[in-house]
């Protein structure tokens, strides 16, 4: 069985072990429980099963589905599986229309020209350039290309010989010609093949003048890599002793001739070749303009002498694929062409020789294989998909990706932003998941934002009797119910039971057997809607409370002397007017309340009948309790004289304070008892700078030992201290009590432990290093006010449930699981995502599919106690294929992510990138033995779906958690966990990939934003600004050769060598560039959940070291490979489990 795929790579040797941050060998997983989804070592990879594909078919109850369009049909949504836009090169490698490779015989004869049904994959070195097949009529397939740079070229089809053809006169075993002409593979009667050449000339994109490229050749002879004018290499020519004492009478090593071409081995002074030659003085070079230069890759100046972090490495190095012991560089330097400007569908086979498998290794990797260009992907997906409404009628439809723009309509099944999946195409059978090794999950954002250009969620109140369930599994009303025996019954569709319908619910059936109130009730039409809760689902059958916000801040001598105090102050007499209220309310139900703290704790009375506020004094913290109950927590429209008397003398007061010591369990302690008095949920806004070495519960101490990195005890630096704070955490929960923590810390401070409550409580917590409020404060302040003012719901709890067959097996989150089944959460805020496993028990059925359904109980900020319910169907296959063409990326990248983040508490840092490893070879591996065409073992075939896959695991395997180095704050790798742990979808994806947006050529008169570049080095330019951005930071990047103009534009000054390092933010001038740079920014800024930092850093400047870390595609600063060598290690894993 075939299907729409990707071949990533061209047929090279295996990968040497050693790769980047890649032990040698790597080998197997470990022994260990394998976390996350079907934790199985390396399995046997059985025939599919077989099974009728079906058609996408309407829930049940719902309206039929329409006809597909060519937008929205359910084959035609697949995460990155549009045809590409990029230059020719591209549109050849990811062509859909493969043919394969007959038995060699005369070119153009009749077996050459035999067209084959797309296989879907795009195989780099499978396609015939040239041939004139019909185009499949698959959807996926690319259209025709015209460039006339790449365009096949009229004249007889090309396909190069089989590897099993017998040993022809004049020509070796190993496929080179015998006559001194370029290698036969390669050539038609000494042409270049097609897809290289028209009328026996290089392509214009490779070429000035006709010849052939200068990378390869000089004066259009053969590569200078593998001749020297036009003859064989030295190393095997008749008047150079080979080395190795080969022969020295003018036989090459064993025993081939010298009057063609032998292995291209050796160099043109007798050594070994090295690999792909060192970049010159200049740096990296591309192309340089000409009538034949290809159009949109202007020349760009050698930005970077000598090798940069993070960046391509200038030839082969030691445990690196191409690698080997005593090579040397041979030849004259040369220089490097564009890897996406490159042609890719030719196929070469594998030379007999050892070195020759490292040669052809290389020289594809460092000039004709291009790298899968997610930025390509993602923007094809919004050319395709943007702008248009995505309809939910549709059982198992993939949405489009996260990165683009669309409008959702709400027919029946929930929109992608509360839930996505990691396949809309559930297996049947459990054997059935376990032998593909896709994890099945659902990421849900239960109170995401609903744009405005959206319809919001309708509010169903059936009074006194409450939301209309099952009797048997509780689930609640959803379109997914079968009414019958007229409408008096209805039957569940999650445990099947069949249920008698309430008096006050029943309606008669039309002729489809659907109810006549269909479209009346959105819990019948819709795929999500909020219930009004009654009393029963009110903690002791008492109505909510409206909940409460609590300012809790730290008045340390460190505060007091960095200006935080004062800045927080100030900040919150304006910022308290924005508390978030009900739709349609004059002013928030939010009450609010304040203490300071240090070494002891400080309550404030703001009663509004007081003419000056009071403050009570708690000292003894071992025993808190709250010394006040009338005139703590008030209205803040009511008391903001008092409160604003309040914030005016809190700096002053503790001007003069040396007290340097502080608190921080007793802090959280006292909120909670603060909600318990006034029987309310509510949230701790804590401002803290450093480590609480004072005597009180949940004193620390510092327990940062650098000597546990990389070793097995490392896992360790990530637990919290037990006791005190798993505690807090449980009677925070217990109350709704949410804590979001504000650090500022000039050291060490245990992030693992003080981010314990944070954590599981749905809260957030914020850094700040080195904190001071010229440069961070409007950084914090950001962060501040978007944490004030979002949507939040209070004392939640979520279930999951799922029709018959598979179940919710595992929660990731910032939440709580006091039991199996019930997610608790003290908040949850409109960022919060939750990450739910799913396993089967039982066997699946293809005609009802799977239905999830997600309901939320919670407090809104106006005190109301509601039902938010997000239901989703699926679709069944026994056909591994379909579960394939459903699966989305991002989805499993933000799955993997938090399983891997969750697993290095308990496992080595080795054995948990081992593990992503081997589950990545076998997802593919599974993919390429079961849904692809057959092909040569040294392709790399990726589903069409999963084909960016590798870029983002390659990414998450050099994060900061998942990095065992000593270069790095512990407190920061425990900070990144934890935030990731809560972020849906689209966070994780853009964490992940940065955005790189060029802005030097932009036009500054439209409102149009650049298209993101790839993440490497390869993309900056010396004379080039570049934003870049992943939701958490934010770098303005400038090359040392920026035009005075542009500087002048931006920073009104004369040239880069005036700019003042450290800046963090633009002035505000009056001219095109500057304001559309600063509308970039700002847009960014409101889009993101946090507010993102500044970073001016210019080429070469100490900063920039932090700027490389982001460029994900290049060598991890701290370790771990490029995603080019991450693609050959994954390959050779592959063929390992193939074999």
């Known amino acids: 069985m075939s299907h729409q795929g990707y071949v990533a790579a061209p047929p090279y040797s295996q990968a040497q072990p050693g790769m980047g941050a890649y032990p040698a060998g790597f080998g197997p997983g470990p022994n260990q429980h394998m976390y996350g989804h079907y934790g199985d070592q390396q399995q046997a990879f059985s025939p599919p099963l077989t099974g009728a594909m079906k058609s996408p078919v309407s829930a049940p109850g719902m309206p039929p589905p329409p006809a597909p369009s060519s937008h929205y049909s359910p084959t035609a949504q697949q995460n990155g599986s549009h045809p590409q836009r990029s230059p020719g090169c591209l549109d050849w490698l990811w062509s859909s229309s493969t043919v394969p490779v007959p038995k060699h015989g005369p070119t153009g004869s009749a077996s050459h020209k035999a067209a084959h049904q797309s296989n879907g994959c795009h195989e780099l070195g499978k396609l015939r350039p040239g041939s004139h097949a019909e185009p499949s009529s698959e959807p996926h397939s ?26 022809t006169p004049g020509r070796h075993a190993n496929g080179w010609s015998s006559n001194g002409r370029i290698p036969h593979v390669w050539s038609t009667k000494c042409r270049p093949p097609n897809v290289w050449s028209t009328n026996g000339r290089v392509p214009n994109a490779w070429s000035t003048n006709g010849r052939i490229p200068n990378v390869w050749s000089t004066n259009g002879r053969i590569p200078n890599v593998w001749s020297t004018n036009g003859r064989p290499p030295n190393g095997w020519s008749t008047n150079v002793r080979p080395p190795n004492g080969r022969s020295t009478n003018g036989w090459p090593p ?57 960046g391509q490495m200038a030839g082969p190095q030691h445990g690196f694929p191409g690698a080997f012991p005593g090579a040397a560089m041979a030849g004259p330097p040369q220089k490097k062409l564009d890897p996406d400007s490159i042609p890719s569908t030719v196929s070469i086979r594998h030379p007999t020789s050892p070195h020759m498998h490292n040669l052809c290794h290389t020289l594809f990797l460092s000039y004709v294989f291009p790298p899968v260009l997610l930025t390509q992907v993602i923007e094809d997906d919004q050319a395709k998909r943007g702008g248009q409404i995505y309809a939910t009628n549709i059982r198992g439809q993939v949405p489009p990706l996260v990165t683009t723009n669309f409008t959702v309509k709400d027919q029946g099944n929930a929109s992608p932003r509360f839930m996505r999946c ?142 935080l105090v004062r800045l927080v102050c100030d900040e919150l007499k304006t910022l308290l007017d924005k508390l978030p209220r009900e739709d349609g309310a004059e002013c928030s139900a939010v009450k609010v309340g304040f203490v300071t703290y240090n070494k002891i704790l400080h309550f404030y009375n703001v009663k509004s009948a007081l003419a000056q506020p009071q403050m009570m004094v708690v000292s003894d913290t071992a025993e808190m309790f709250l010394p006040l109950l009338d005139g703590f927590l008030v209205s803040y429209p009511e008391s903001r004289a008092v409160i604003h008397n309040l914030l005016d003398q809190i700096p002053d007061m503790f001007a003069d304070t040396n007290e340097s010591e502080t608190v921080f369990a007793p802090v959280i302690q006292a909120g909670v008892e603060a909600l318990k008095a006034a029987e309310c949920s509510g949230k701790l806004f804590i401002f803290h700078s450093s480590i609480p070495t004072a005597e009180a519960p949940g004193k620390l101490k510092n327990r940062d030992d650098k000597k546990l990195v990389n070793t097995d005890k490392e896992k360790t630096l990530f637990h919290p201290v037990k006791g005190v704070y798993e505690q807090l955490s449980k009677e925070c929960v217990a109350q709704g009590c949410s804590v979001d923590l504000f650090l500022f810390p000039s050291q060490y401070l245990d992030m693992a432990t003080m981010g314990h409550v944070p954590g599981h409580t749905g809260g957030s917590v914020y850094k700040y290093s080195n904190f001071q409020v010229e440069t961070d404060g409007e950084h914090f302040l950001r962060d501040l006010r978007k944490d004030v003012e979002k949507p939040i ?66 407090t809104t900020v106006g005190g109301q106690r509601r039902l938010r319910i997000h239901n989703l169907s699926l679709n069944c296959s ?42 990545t070879a076998h997802m593919l591996a599974c993919y390429r033995k079961n849904c692809s065409s057959p092909s040569a073992a040294s392709q790399l075939i990726l589903p069409d779906t999963m084909k960016v896959f590798p870029v983002y695991m390659n990414s998450l395997m050099k994060t900061a958690p998942l990095v065992g180095s000593t270069e790095l704050s512990t407190d920061e790798r425990a900070h990144q966990r934890l935030a990731v742990m809560a972020m849906g979808v689209e966070d994780t994806q853009r964490l992940l990939y940065p955005h790189l947006i060029p802005l030097h050529n932009m036009e500054v008169d439209g409102s149009e934003v650049p298209a993101p570049l790839r993440c490497s080095e390869e993309r900056l330019s010396e004379g080039g600004v570049f934003l870049l951005e992943n939701g958490h930071s934010l770098f303005l990047w400038l090359g040392q050769a920026c035009p005075p103009d542009v500087i002048q534009g931006l920073f009104n000054l004369p040239s880069l060598a005036h700019l003042q390092p450290n800046l963090s933010t633009l002035p505000d001038l009056d001219n095109p560039l500057s304001r559309k740079v600063r509308s970039i920014i700002n847009s960014l800024q409101e889009q993101r959940p946090n507010s993102m930092k500044l970073h001016i850093v210019r080429h070469k400047d100490k900063q920039e070291m932090l700027f490389r870390q982001f460029l994900v595609e290049d060598k991890g600063l701290y370790g771990g490979a490029s995603y080019m060598d991450f693609l050959c290690y994954v390959h050779r894993e592959i063929r390992q489990l193939l074999n």
């Open 878 to 919: 026994l056909q591994l294929l379909e579960l394939f063409k459903s699966c989305e990326t991002d989805s499993l990248i933000n799955f993997f992510a938090k399983t891997a983040y969750r697993a290095i508490l308990n496992q080595p840092l080795k054995s948990v990138r081992e593990i992503l490893v081997n589950q």
């Open 254 to 310: 064993n025993g081939r001739s010298t009057n063609g071409w032998p292995p291209n081995v050796w160099s043109t002074n007798g050594r070994p070749y090295a690999g792909p030659p060192a970049p010159g003085a200049g740096g990296y070079q591309q192309l340089g303009p000409g009538p034949n230069s290809p159009s949109g890759y202007p020349q760009q100046p050698g930005q970077f002498s000598g090798q940069m972090a993070g």
């Open 142 to 167: 690319a259209p025709a290309h015209t460039s006339p740079c790449y365009g096949p070229a009229p004249g007889p089809s090309w396909a190069p010989p089989d590897v099993s053809d017998p040993v």
């Open 422 to 563: 990691t396949t809309y195409t559930v297996p049947c059978t459990a054997d059935l998941a376990k032998q593909c090794q896709v994890p099945l999950a659902t990421i849900i954002k239960p109170l995401a934002i609903v744009p405005k250009d959206e319809t919001p969620l309708y509010v169903v109140n059936h009074g006194e009797t409450g939301p209309i369930r099952c009797n048997r599994c509780k689930a609640y009303m959803c379109p997914y119910m079968q009414f019958i025996d007229g409408g008096r019954r209805y039957q569940c569709a999650f445990c099947n039971c069949v249920n008698e319908v309430p008096a006050f619910y029943f309606q008669h059936l039309d002729h489809m057997g659907r109810r006549m109130d269909f479209y009346e009730r959105p819990e019948l039409s819709l795929g999500s809607y909020e219930f009004t809760a009654t009393l029963d689902y009110c903690k002791n059958n008492k109505p909510a409370s409206p909940p409460a916000y609590i300012f809790m801040i730290d008045v340390s001598f460190t505060n007091i002397k960095s200006g």
């Open 793 to 858: 719901g209070f004392d939640a709890i979520m279930r999951v449930r799922t029709s018959t067959g598979f179940r919710a097996t595992d929660f990731f989150g910032a939440v709580y699981m006091n039991n199996t089944t019930d997610v608790e959460m003290a908040a949850v805020d409109c960022d919060k995502a939750v990450t739910v496993e799913l396993k089967h028990d039982d066997t699946l059925s293809e005609e009802t599919g799977a239905f999830i359904q997600c309901a939320l109980l919670y």
